[in-house]
């Protein structure tokens, strides 16, 4: 077992075993039992037990990927705790003063207002705060329009006909690894239905979600537009969360009908570990967009945190004249390792597909892109642009570029551009001679960079992610 | 304003300034001339304060100042400017942008507050017209696909916007056409008054004829061999510089 894994046992599980169902933590380790308990707790019907007991008999019989362009010593699954309910409110921070200040600095950098800084960092606060008021009108204004936002968990319980016909539809429970642990363990995540013909009223944050459940370490989010609907949905926030897993494994599932458009935006800032490359989390995700005639998934997606990420947001473009969009953002630095990409497979015919990614690698960082874009016998006129550019900061740092192109139809036209480029002492003098300091600058120098994706943002995400790009630059000149 | 002392300065371990002299009096407009090679783009970076130049001997005051002590950034937001022979392109960033950020770090750097971006844009919008650039380079990448000429004149706006106490020209005229040159030169002695500094680095003493110099100075082989008025840049136009070789020599 790793020292990084033993440490964070011992920190987290000093209390040792509990037995009560309601209580705390289940003990780490995993086999059938821990998984009826996980069921159990969340009181969930006999067929989601079944469900996430097929997932785990596929898992064992699974091994973890190797090829990403990614090295870390290799969890002990076995040493994990797989379900740990919200802490009580005594035993999180009191107040700010209790949290540590180095977060604390990150958040008045990105301009975050106190009391949400005490909701990020886990402050015991009362939650009466705004949310309960937004919150309010925010559901009347959904249920009106007949939108279902909710927990997995809630989901499962009130909409059981709609999770048992998606849920692993689109990210089938042995896809992969990581993707089978997560359908046996998920702890929740979100769910959304939008019914037909319904243009969400507004764009839908798991932001407003953060009080109501710890989602954690296997995060489920299912979302579903029906035929000719539309919904904008934004994951995460751009300030980073206290968080005590250093595994993360999610799924995210969508599934576009007929007509139907999906926006999917996320930021993704969790702990990347310190300067010497210690700590930080490790995040395998599987996200997976299933497409039907004439709708439309985009993602789009801006990376600065993690350890080591290993994530490929992808597109089955089944329905005919279907169109898969792929906006990225990666930057690493310090000693963070990001294998990330896009899947498009093309199925229908005149399927069309854009992948803009922008990798950015400072320090003694590894960034790679790793993408494929499959067009299928089926793909009769189906298009595909391939975009992929990488910035370096420095020389210590890596950029690697994988692409993959399988077409089985001489019809389709599959498009591949990638670029290399440093930020030059040239530019920095420039800037540095215009009078804007260092740091200033290479972050400037980075959001031009990243223009293409950043436009595709929600506007305040942009600005956000603006934001955080030079809160997570920081030191990496000089 | 700017006083250098036998200043002395290398590149990957060659010496390009070999003990340069040179005072620059408030108002006042010093041409430097002299051939390929010299180190009159040196001079400048050197000045500006650039990375991979290692100053081996004498000294710089800048206003009563230490300017060899000072960050690259703290020399331009004391007033020093350098409009660049080569003007570098930044992909992706607009121009609009990249100038506020700049104006707005001057400011700063004097206790004042960042313009609002609508007196900005005003701001910006006039002074593209002084330098006869068309507003949508406000909108496009700095320097980005700009032809040279243009990237002159971009660089003519920067200094337009910043009123920099001290402005180093390095062959802003070159590549320029009739009507650009003329542009320059209107730019340049619209901003010339007693408080403010010129020193303008060309080949060509037609540009002289425009901005009128006090001064003329020959740089060769890392220092300044012949200074004089107005007249020797018609002298060197006629001679060329081999001449003032083998005077000094
Ligand atoms: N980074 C560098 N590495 C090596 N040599 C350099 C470097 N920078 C400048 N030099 C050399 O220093 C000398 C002076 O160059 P500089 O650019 O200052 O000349 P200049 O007088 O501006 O010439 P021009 O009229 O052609 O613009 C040249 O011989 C040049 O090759
Ligand atoms: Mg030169």
Redesign the interface.
Known sequence: MSEQFDQYLKSEYAAGWVTDVESLTIPPGLNEDVIRLISAKKHEPEWMLEWRLKAYRGWLEMQEPKWAHVKYPKPDFQALSYYSSPKSMEDRPQSLDEVDPELLRTYEKLGIPVHEQEVLAGVAVDMVFDSVSVGTTFRQKLKDAGVIFCSISEAVHEYPELVKKYLGSVVPQKDNFYAALNSAVFSDGSFVYIPKGVRCPMELSTYFRINEAKTGQFERTLIIADEGSQVSYLEGCTAPMRDENQLHAAVVELVALDDADIKYSTVQNWYPGDENGKGGIYNFVTKRGLAMNRSKISWTQVETGSAVTWKYPSCILKGDDSIGEFYSVALTSNYQQADTGTKMIHLGKNTRSTIIAKGISAKNSENSYRGLVKMNPGAEGARNYTQCDSLLIGDQCGAHTFPYIESKNPTAVVEHEATTSKV???????????????E?AVS??V??????VFKELPMEFAVEAGKLLEVSLEGAVG | MLNIKNLQAKVEEKTILNGLNLEVKPGEVHAIMGPNGAGKSTLGHVLAGRDGYEVTGGEVDFEGRDLLDMEAEERAQSGLFLAFQYPVEIPGVSNMEFLKASVDAIRASRGQDAMTSMDFIKLARERCKAVDLPQDFLKRGVNEGFSGGEKKRNELLQMMLLEPKLCILDETDSGLDIDALQVVADGVNALRNPERSFIVVTHYQRLLDYIVPDYVHVLSKGRIIKSGGRELALELEKHGYGWIDEEVA
Not at chain 1, 425 to 432: R, V
């Open positions: 030059s002492d040239d530019q920095m003098f420039l800037c540095q001679q215009r009078g804007i300091d260092p200033k400037m120098i959001n031009g960079f990243c223009k293409d």
